[in-house]
């Protein structure tokens, strides 16, 4: 029989063995040019920048594609070892997520315009006074938030407000063929269209001088997920933002 203190080396050796890192989820929605699948492909200059954050912090992921609602119905129902992509911070996602440090910075929304709308739009000089409009209609993607600001001036806007479960992309086509006035749009959302969808030649894009500033954008974790594993995401975030000013 082995002698005790063989038996408590033995056990010290294990316990030194660090486990294996359990697999991450790491969900992301349809938003081109953020993360996107093109012929096939997962594309996006921020699906590529968290894949590279994730593996330079080395931590396993499997990256999956899910649309914005169920990201937030999985974090709510409390999905274990979950993880997300380019989301904003607002107070009531504090209580159902982890934030890694900012990752991305956006610039401010622009405004998309339906080519019959143009000349209402523009008689207003300020977002302020656009919102206050009765016969304009705000296309506005549900399930996800332009930043608590605009989200605060959407929901008291007097703007027939035309709430759709559905991608920016398809919003975008509403107001090609005025079925709605305007949208508010990121504006990389915007670039990307406008270069590859011919419909985008039938709006218009406007900047008012009252848009709030842009925000950042986060990795949301679900609450189980490790402390140390948060810290090497964010120390990765850290290194590659540090390098991006450098460059």
Not at 8 to 13: E, H, Q, S, T
Not at 105 to 132: E, G, I, M
Request: aromatic letters at 8%; one cysteine or more.
């Amino acid at each position: 029989m082995l002698s005790c203190s063989v038996v408590a080396a033995f056990l010290a050796v294990i316990a030194a063995v660090p486990a294996a890192a359990s697999t991450i989820t790491v969900a992301w929605r349809d938003k081109a040019p953020y993360h996107y699948i093109e012929n096939g492909v997962e594309q996006g200059f921020l699906l590529k920048r968290a894949r590279q954050i994730f593996d330079n912090a080395g931590v396993p992921a499997e990256f999956v594609q899910e649309p914005a609602k169920r990201i937030w119905a999985n974090f709510a129902a409390g999905a274990q070892s979950y993880c997300s992509i380019g989301w904003y911070r607002l107070p009531e996602r504090e209580a159902m997520v982890q934030f890694s440090e900012a990752f991305h910075t956006d610039p401010p929304h622009t405004v998309l315009v339906a080519p019959n709308a143009l000349a209402q739009v523009k008689a207003h000089r300020t977002l302020a006074s656009l919102l206050k409009d009765k016969d304009l209609v705000l296309g506005v993607v549900d399930g996800v938030s332009y930043g608590p600001e605009l989200d605060a001036m959407i929901k008291a806007s007097q703007n027939q407000i035309d709430r759709k479960t559905v991608t920016p992309a398809l919003m975008t086509r509403s107001v090609a063929v005025s079925r709605v006035s305007y949208m508010f749009i990121d504006r990389a959302d915007w670039e990307y269209f406008n270069e590859r969808d011919d419909n985008m030649r039938k709006t218009i894009q406007l900047d008012l001088p009252d848009m709030p500033q842009g925000l950042n954008r986060y990795i949301t974790c679900s609450k189980d997920v490790p402390r140390d594993v948060m810290q090497r995401l964010n120390k990765a975030i850290d290194a590659m933002n540090k390098s991006k000013k450098g460059a």
